[in-house]
């Protein structure tokens, strides 16, 4: 007999993972994969961090709830020296991973939660775990899937005094699009006007192709909670840190995560922390380090792009971060004749058939039927691609 709690009843696994362990299935049995699906970074650790992190394997005690004190001072000064956002120690929240922080931010939080789609795969079951209602709000390939302000608008005047979170994340996943200064000016009068909490999950912040990141918070300081990490920029997936940077009006949302936290995980890894120090700092190693990744990325966007736009499918030009969200709409009759009538349907039969591994848009908050999925160009030895890049004069 199965005694589960109704919310998690018919949850699968994150599709992020499901497609991974069919690709290494499928790999298994000899299969060329290219893995396009799972959205981890190709990139090693900077050098420095990884020295760090050795140099603490010996930190064995557990660390205050809210993180280690030296690593909250330095994600403040991060924010403050990259955007300007005045912010101190006591306004960080450390945790193991964004994701748990937002789970946790999730619980917490007594109001709607807001996320346009496309959406990153998890803040839905999140919420679904949880027993938690969604606002969705549809975002359009014509606006390059960004949300609009009077979108906002239009759903903020519906009940204006509803407390409301809405996430917000740029460089995006799955999109690889971003905002400029001023449509975040737009979005930040409307979340002002209706006191709209953000969640600006800026966890690809340090990955926009050209470095030209701009938080939200900069227009918005007293409402935006600002979510950053070490997976995706240090190639620290696997590692688990996360951090959230809190304005003053809403340390109590920090508070009471704080209190959750502490019933959980009670700290985040000590090692890792300390490490994290060093990420966090910058410095001239990272900073290059930095410049190469972000060479890297642009340029096989570029690419990825160029082939799937000749190829007739519909996809923004990518701004940041490593994901395409082609939309195979204009392929349709092809593809219903071959029986292919939902996103799912053509992820798995792009796998089958040629061993390229997509997650599909349904995964994204998008209706089956609309035949968009999310390619992840990051299977490369990101290594090997980072020193041959390194050897190229720069400025190239
Ligand atoms: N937010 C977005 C948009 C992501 O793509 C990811 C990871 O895939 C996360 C958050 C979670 O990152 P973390 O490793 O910090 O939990």
């Known amino acids: 007999e199965i005694h589960l709690n109704l919310n998690v009843r018919g949850l699968g696994q994150s599709a992020t993972l499901v497609i991974n362990e069919r690709s290494a299935a499928l790999a298994a049995q000899g299969r060329h994969v290219y893995r396009f699906g799972l959205g981890q970074s190709p990139f090693p650790v900077p050098g420095p961090v990884e020295a760090e992190l050795k140099a603490n394997a010996h930190q064995k005690d557990y660390l205050p709830v809210e993180g280690l004190r030296n690593l909250r001072e330095a994600v403040a000064e991060y924010h403050r020296r990259s955007q300007g956002v005045e912010l101190s120690a006591e306004d960080v929240l450390i945790g193991p991973g964004s994701k748990e922080l937002m789970f946790i931010l999730q619980l917490v939080y007594y109001g709607d939660l807001v996320i346009p789609t496309p959406s990153w795969v998890s803040y839905a079951p999140q919420a679904h775990i949880i027993g938690r209602q969604i606002r969705w709000v549809q975002t359009r390939y014509e606006n390059d899937w960004r949300l609009l302000p009077e979108e906002l608008e239009k759903l903020c005047a519906e009940d204006p005094s509803r407390p409301r979170i809405l996430i917000l994340n740029y460089p995006n996943n799955p999109t690889g699009e ?6 975040l000016r737009g979005l930040a009068r409307v979340a002002r006007k209706y006191r709209v909490v953000l969640l600006s999950d800026e966890i690809y912040s340090e990955l926009h192709h050209r470095g030209q990141h701009v938080s939200v918070a900069r227009f918005y300081p007293e409402g935006t909670i600002i979510s ?22 809403l340390h109590w949302l920090l508070e009471a995560m704080a209190v959750v936290a502490s019933e959980t995980y009670t700290s985040t890894s000590s090692p890792i922390q300390y490490a994290a120090v060093r990420a966090f ?13 972000r060479r890297v990325l642009q340029a096989l966007g570029r690419y990825c792009w160029r082939r799937l736009d000749q190829a007739g499918l519909s996809t923004p030009r990518p701004v940041g971060g ?22 799912p349907a053509l992820c798995n039969r792009l796998l089958q058939e040629t061993g390229v591994a997509l997650l599909p848009g349904s995964a994204f908050g998008r209706p089956e039927a609309e035949l968009s999925a999310r390619l992840a160009y990051v299977d490369f030895d990101g290594a090997r691609v980072l020193t041959a890049a390194s050897a190229e004069p720069a400025g190239k």
């Open 322 to 343: 490593f994901y395409l969200f082609p939309d195979f709409s204009p392929q349709r009759e092809r593809l219903v004749a071959r029986g292919i009538h939902t996103a």
């Open 281 to 293: 700092q910058g410095g001239l190693e990272i900073e290059q380090y930095l410049q190469q990744s």
């Open 178 to 183: 971003s905002y400029t200064a001023d449509e």
């Open 228 to 249: 950053s990490g070490l997976s995706k920029w240090c190639g620290a997936g696997g590692w688990r840190l996360g951090t959230f940077a809190f304005p003053r009006g």
